[in-house]
Structure formats: C-alpha cells, structure tokens
C-alpha cells in the first residue's frame, strides 16, 4: 500500500488521522464496524443492477435530483485542475442519495436535490440492501466527524451540527475491461478531487485506483481486505484552512476484466455554508478560503460534469 492505515478504534486515532489527511489526503480505513455482509450484500445488488438489461435500467435514468441510472459516455469530469478531460468517464453507475419522502420537511423546504430515490423494481432486495448499508455508513461518518473535530481542536459538535441530517451519496460504479488500444486520456474515472467532506470506498480485488502522492507521482492503491479506501473532499480541505489535504485521485482499469466499486460519500446539509474554522487559521493571518454555500457549489459542479443536468438547464 502506498498511503497509510487508520483504526478510528485505537487511542491516538485523532492525531493520526490529522497527520495522515495533511500529508497524504487519503488512508485505508479498518476497524470501521461496517459488518462484511453489508460489504458483500451491496456489492452483490450491483452486479445484479447492472447485468440488468439496458432497457430497465434506462427506465430510471438519472433524474434532476441526482439519483437512478448514469450510463455510460453521460458524465465527464469538466472540473479538472489536473488534466484537459474531453472524454467522458467509461463508467456506468447508480446513485441513491439520502431518502426523503415526497411530502417530507426536506422536500417542502425547497432544499436543494432533496426528494425520493428511484429503485430498480425488479430486483426485489436491492433496495433493502443498499438502505442497510447506508444506514451502517451514516453512523460510521458521524463518528468519523468526531475523530476530525478531535484532532484539528474543534469544540464537540462543530463541524456534526452540520450533518442533521447529512447529505449521502451511496453509488455502485461498474467500469467496463479498458481496451488496450485505448489513449492515455481514456480514463475510468478522470483525474479528480471529490467535491463533498469525506469519501468511503469499498473496492472489488481489480484495482485501478491510483493517488497523487505529495510529490505529484501517481501511485496505485491496492485493496486492502476489510478495509475502506477513505479520502478528504474539497469541502473538508476548505473547513480545514488547507490544513487536511483533497488528494487527487483517477482510475484506470487495467485488470482485463470487469472493475465495480462502492463510493459512499458523506457530506454536510446542503444549506451549509463552509468557512475555515477559526482553529485552523493561524494566529495573524486571515483565512486561506472564502465562504462557500455547499447547495449552490454542488450545482455548478452537477452542471459542469452531467449530461442531464445540463440539458435541463440549458448549458
């Protein structure tokens, strides 16, 4: 492994984290309490998902609230300080973000991708499935803020009063075997920094996914057995001052086969506004980052990358 293992179980955990998310940006995450037949369930509903047929699962195509089917050739990475992405990601994928009903405080207070998933109606225990895992995962991120108002010095709550409730992405990513004919820029997933606070991914035995370590080589990360491949987003870099490092990170899938991967990410509410915390920003100097207002930074980065976002905002 090229980045370092964290046990959020073990006395010093807080300061690990701290020196691991400022040097490298990511670690192997173990000792987390997900059960494996959480791990293994949703990973299974995947490659059920997708062996599905086209036509199902283009019947919940991705909708304006950022849930149901992303084929693939539909998103490309057009954020990217880190390389000039003109082709989309060979990926295919479904998301369900947080659950809120149709008629629910979330929905009738206009908040941002607020509302009820689509679910593959055929396939009668995937839902039930994906809802276990998220709720494990929920639990696991908000000990996780814990660990971070710990070892950056926040008071208790700082940062967790930010998650009632949290805004979650649970996504299962299919990436097809990468001819080898293909270019250089024929990426999986194009060079990239995730946009929220924290990312939890489970990964299969293929591999693929490679970080930029702190001398700007790019290093493969292999699975770790049990483990979460855990990473900090732009919004955690913001809060933290630059203090906590988003790493990029790409995919590339060389194993000759079929890659799937479950990124779980964890996020503040959408009508969080994120400033540097005071902690953070040393003694004379004013803060690095100006105040950014999450809902309105995730639309801009929605716009920016999906097909389906932009034509029904005409961009």
Not at 214 to 243: K, T
Request: glycine share 10%.
């Amino acid at each position: 492994s090229t980045i370092p293992t964290i046990d959020p179980t073990v006395p010093g955990a807080a300061a690990r984290l701290v020196d691991a998310y400022a040097t490298y940006g990511f670690a192997h995450l173990v000792g987390h309490g997900v059960p494996e037949d959480l791990v293994a369930a949703v990973f299974r509903a995947s490659h059920e998902f997708h062996a599905s047929a086209a036509e199902q699962k283009a019947s919940i195509a991705l909708d304006e609230r950022h849930r149901g089917y992303i084929a693939i050739d539909t998103s490309t990475t057009r954020h990217s300080p880190l390389a000039v992405v003109t082709k989309p990601n060979q990926s295919e994928s479904f998301i369900a973000l947080r659950e809120d009903p149709a008629g629910g405080e979330q929905v009738r207070a206009g908040h941002y991708l607020a509302g009820p998933n689509q679910w593959p109606l055929w396939l009668p225990g995937f839902r039930p499935a994906l809802e276990a895992y998220q709720r494990a995962m929920v639990a696991l991120g908000m000990r996780l803020i814990g660990l971070v108002e710990e070892g950056l010095g926040c008071a208790p709550g700082e940062l967790s009063r930010h998650f009632a409730p949290p805004t979650t992405w649970l996504r299962l990513l299919h990436y097809p075997p990468r001819p080898a004919s293909a270019p250089d820029d024929l990426y999986g997933s194009a060079p990239h920094i995730d946009f929220g606070f924290l990312t939890l991914l489970a990964q299969d035995g293929a591999g693929g996914l490679e970080v930029q370590t702190p001398d700007g080589q790019w290093a493969a990360v292999p699975p770790m057995a049990g483990a979460f491949v855990m990473n900090v987003g732009e919004m955690l870099h913001r809060w933290s001052n630059g203090v906590l490092r988003a790493t990029p990170h790409r995919v590339y899938n060389r194993s000759g086969g079929d890659r799937y991967s479950v990124p779980f990410f964890f996020d503040p509410h959408v009508s969080t506004t994120i400033a540097p915390l005071a902690v953070c920003v040393p003694a004379g100097e004013g803060p690095r980052f100006e105040p950014v207002h999450f809902g309105e930074f995730l639309r801009g980065r929605l716009q920016g990358s999906y097909l389906q976002h932009q034509a029904r905002t005409g961009g």
